[in-house]
């Protein structure tokens, strides 16, 4: 379990290193930028943490003024505390709660207030393992320092070597690809993007 403000990168420079077959080094400090670069992303992206577990995170949120209140995660573990315009809710009578979507409804059909800021939860969220978006920062970590400077093709006499390009004339960087965001997109918040 870990805070909110002390989160690991998706993926090691451990991993890196295995996965680069040694061609980059774990203790390369730009192996634990591009990590923390391509974590930042893929979290932006996904409008929420994702991994890993992250426990007793309170977060005011504004009230959404319908009768389901959408908690930013798609994998709560448990909700601990619960308050509405300063008013106590049972997090485990009061609310019908789903864990998957992280979405809220109040048990006696009630709507939330429309006021911003009302609504303090405390929760405990996120996965306790992401094997794909590990393998995903891995391969967009590896390829943006493949090619740092943007070199699509370098040749020295007879040796030629062409880097794998993300869009046309572009090689390596951090850019996902298509299939690659459709994986990220699996992890974004409903109604986030």
């Known amino acids: 379990m870990v805070a909110i403000t002390e989160l690991p990168p998706l993926a090691t420079p451990a991993q890196v290193e295995a996965y680069t077959k040694g061609k980059l080094k774990a203790e390369d400090l730009r192996v634990q930028d591009a990590l ?43 909700l601990t505390a619960l308050t509405e315009a300063g008013t106590v809710i049972d997090p485990v009578a009061g609310v019908d709660v789903s864990r998957e979507t992280g979405l809220v409804k109040k048990t006696d059909g009630s709507s939330w207030t429309t006021r911003y800021g009302q609504i303090v939860v405390t929760m405990d969220h996120g996965e306790e393992e992401v094997p794909d978006l590990a393998m995903l920062c891995l391969k967009l970590a590896a390829r943006g ?9 370098e040749q020295a006499g007879a040796l030629s070597v062409n880097w794998s390009m993300t869009t046309q004339g572009v090689a390596g960087g951090i850019t996902p690809t298509p299939d690659e965001r459709s994986l990220m997109d699996s992890y974004v918040l409903t109604g986030w993007r």
């Open 145 to 153: 320092l493949a090619s740092p400077m943007g070199a699509t093709r």
């Open 36 to 78: 923390a670069a391509v974590s930042r992303s893929i979290r932006r992206r996904a409008g929420w943490h994702i991994f890993p577990v992250v426990t007793a995170h309170t977060l005011v949120l504004d009230g959404p003024g319908g009768t389901v209140l959408s908690l930013p995660t798609l994998k709560l573990v448990t």
